[in-house]
């Protein structure tokens, strides 16, 4: 498979370029097609050849951009089946396989080998149409992460979870915001208050990917354990809380203190109708679906809501993804809506529209804005210190809880996982400018880090307390926080 995609894109690059070319009139009145030897010429390196194609008729290098779209689709899917497919093999998740893919197509590696391939692949004058998909995907996932959402299981464990919960967001925030002290001057963006860098940099290193942690406890099968059933269980009110905090940043961000207070009003009151209005009805109206499950006008009713709530949200200017979650968190979760929502959704959000996202965020990604030793040396202290604040305050209020050391170790290690969810906040970050190109690159080298590192640093817990005792091993309770139906989904595809 890798040969015959190797094969395929040498052939693109060497005759699809004339496909695509804007064809003109020669002298004699024939459709030419030939593009000029200057215009012909290989740029040495992608950023050169990013200036070559700007300097040359926007026409040319999307004279088809419907053909240009579906090549680009081509490409980006085929990528992150195949980058996911390896990491699956190499026993990490799928989606983490998928970011890298979309890494590989960007300037920070084929975009460096072969600068030709990537601007033809993804020339610049399509981004804003993959854009277009890839919020459109974005938008979509954070509703079935909202819709996977039940918070009545989080009661299950109470305090501790609640409490966990909170110290895993509190440490990295503190450290992340202690953090932003050595890196406001170089990496901020321009005219951005260290108040507002610095509680954007707390917000992206408290951030735990609850569908990626599902899909790690699924695969090691510790669902009925206790270390696994209070990570989704604290998971759940991590994400819950982050967002809610991520919100209040952005809210921070391009205006000033007056504007930014009548942002939260107006979000406060949509969160109020959200859950006061707009819940009852919802719970009303799913209760009269008969047990075939609901109908297409009730799914197309919550398509609608799904993208009114989603523009409600972006026009209050707080990002269309928050009125998207809380849609999702507001369905009733014993309803059979979740179930057919995530059915319906699922695989055209995770197989289709965020691939584009991942290729996207590949071009954003510049690993060679990294030049120098000191600068990796930052990256690696932003990795150590998003490790010690989620893993170390997770396992420390664990303990204080009264869990026992390997217990609370492994919770730590699985909230340690950032995956997609962290790439979404840092894709926000970079378009509202709080940050600069070099730090999202190393932030989303962290994203990847701490996912990769989640089952190694499993295996190495257990190799260090041995195998655990039966009560241990198997907890009472069953606090999954994902609807059932949709976990076992995610697990199959995150």
């Known amino acids: 498979m890798l040969l015959l995609t190797a094969v395929a894109f040498g052939l693109i690059g060497k005759w ?122 974005v938008i979509l996932y954070m509703f079935l992460v909202g819709l996977e959402l039940n918070f009545d299981s989080i009661k299950s464990y109470g305090r501790e979870s609640l409490l966990i919960a909170h110290a895993s967001i509190a440490a990295p925030f503190v450290l992340g915001a202690l953090l932003a002290t050595l890196l406001y001057e170089q990496f901020a963006g321009e005219g951005v208050p260290f108040t507002t860098f610095a509680m954007f940099l707390g917000v992206a290193l408290s951030i735990t990917a609850l569908p990626v942690l599902a899909r790690i406890i699924a695969d090691r099968g510790i669902g009925g354990t206790r270390a696994g059933a209070l990570a989704l269980s604290c998971a759940a009110a991590d994400d819950a809380t982050a967002w809610c905090l991520l919100a209040v940043v952005v809210g921070f961000v391009g205006t000033q203190l007056t504007a930014a207070f009548a942002t939260w009003i107006f979000a406060g009151m949509f969160v109020a109708v959200m859950l006061f209005v707009v819940r009852p009805i919802l719970a009303k109206l799913l209760r009269t679906d008969t047990n075939a499950g609901p109908s297409s006008t009730t799914v197309a009713l919550l398509l609608v809501a799904l993208i009114v709530s989603s523009l409600a949200t972006d026009l209050i200017g707080i990002h269309a993804i928050f009125g998207a979650f809380l849609l999702g968190a507001i369905i009733p979760h014993d309803s059979k809506v979740a179930q057919a929502l995530g059915d319906k959704l699922e695989d055209v959000a995770r197989a289709l529209l965020l691939p584009a996202f991942f290729a996207l965020t590949g071009l954003r990604t510049k690993i060679g804005l990294l030049d120098g030793f000191d600068q990796w040396l930052l990256c690696g202290l932003i990795v150590l210190v998003a490790t010690a604040g989620k893993l170390g305050g997770t396992a420390l209020a664990a303990r204080y809880c009264g869990l026992n050391w390997r217990t609370s170790a492994e919770l730590g290690a699985l909230m340690n996982t950032r995956g997609l969810v962290e790439i979404i906040v840092l894709d926000i970050g970079l378009q509202l400018g709080v940050i600069t190109p070099p730090l999202f690159a190393m932030m989303v080298v962290m994203a990847v880090a701490t996912t990769l590192m989640t089952g190694p640093l499993l295996s190495a817990i257990g190799r260090c307390f041995g195998q655990p005792s039966q009560r241990q091993e198997q907890d009472a309770r069953p606090a999954l926080p994902l609807k059932a139906s949709i976990a076992s989904k995610s697990a199959a595809v995150a």
């Open 16 to 137: 699809g370029q004339s496909w695509l070319t804007v064809p003109t009139h020669s002298d004699n009145g024939a459709w030419n097609t030939t593009v000029p030897a200057a215009e012909s010429a290989a740029p040495t390196d992608f950023h050169s050849a990013s200036k070559t194609t700007a300097a040359v008729p926007a026409e040319r290098a999307v004279a088809h951009p419907f053909r240009a779209v579906l090549i680009a689709l081509v490409a980006i899917l085929l990528a992150a089946r195949i980058f996911g497919w390896l990491f699956v093999q190499l026993g990490q998740p799928r989606v983490i396989g998928e970011v890298i893919a979309g890494i590989a197509l960007g300037p920070s590696c084929l975009g460096s080998l072969w600068p030709e391939a990537t601007l033809f692949l993804l020339p610049p004058t399509i981004t804003p149409l993959l854009g277009v998909l890839a919020q459109m995907g």
